[in-house]
């Protein structure tokens, strides 16, 4: 089977919907939206549907963030798509019982696949964002069937090359805020995940990512509020997690993985 990967959700929305026009996205959200828990191993993964439409699986970024920042953006697409958000393992409301050497880039594809039959989705979307897009990325190769369309924002890199080729570009881009960013990074406060340290890296790593200083903002809001909600603990879990799903996905060699060779 080939997945057709489609870059930018006015492709899906143009190419995979029947005269259905992009201004029905603006109108906000489809119905009420309904959470519920997946089994997994370890415990349980924190899912939220809202929509009509072509089912769609979302994977959001980090690896350490949840959810909660895509919101209520994305909940515009909830007239045209049956969107299926859920906290990654370890992540969010999913971050119980979790230890963070249990989690890599194989247990986080294969919750996907976890999702998708706990919903009873054929071959739904799968729209990554950032790190989601290397989860989304892996799990179409390794279950190609079960992918009708990719839809990729704001990549993570998909190779060893692209990650130095952007290390590059966004040490370019901070500049002598870099090594303001090295100090935060290594003091204790952030370490124990203390809130304010947090967002004050967070600033300088998003300074360059959003071309309007109100947009910029407003996420730099919500991502303060999200961790001032989490409490260090679970904040400096994630943060360990992150770095091992980082590491794994780095590790993963063509050969581990499955021959998907279309075989029509």
Known sequence: MKVPLLVGL????????PSQTLRAQATGSSGKAQETRVPVAEGSLYARTIGRGRPTIVLHGGPDFDHAYLLPDLDRLADVLRLTYYDQRGRGRS?????PQ?????SDVEDIETVRRHFGLDAPVILGHSWGTVLALEYAIRHPAHASHLVLMNPAPASAQDFVLMRKAYVQEIGAQMDRQREIIASDAYKQADPETVAARYRIHFAHA???HDD???LMTIMRRDHQGKGGRRSAHAADLARRCVRSASQVEHRDRPDTRDRR
């Open 216 to 218: 910029y903002e407003r």
């Open 10 to 17: 006015a492709l899906l929305l143009g190419a995979g919907f």
């Open 102 to 106: 249990r989690v890599s880039l194989t």
């Open 210 to 212: 959003l071309k309007r």
């Open 95 to 99: 971050a119980d019982n979790v230890q």
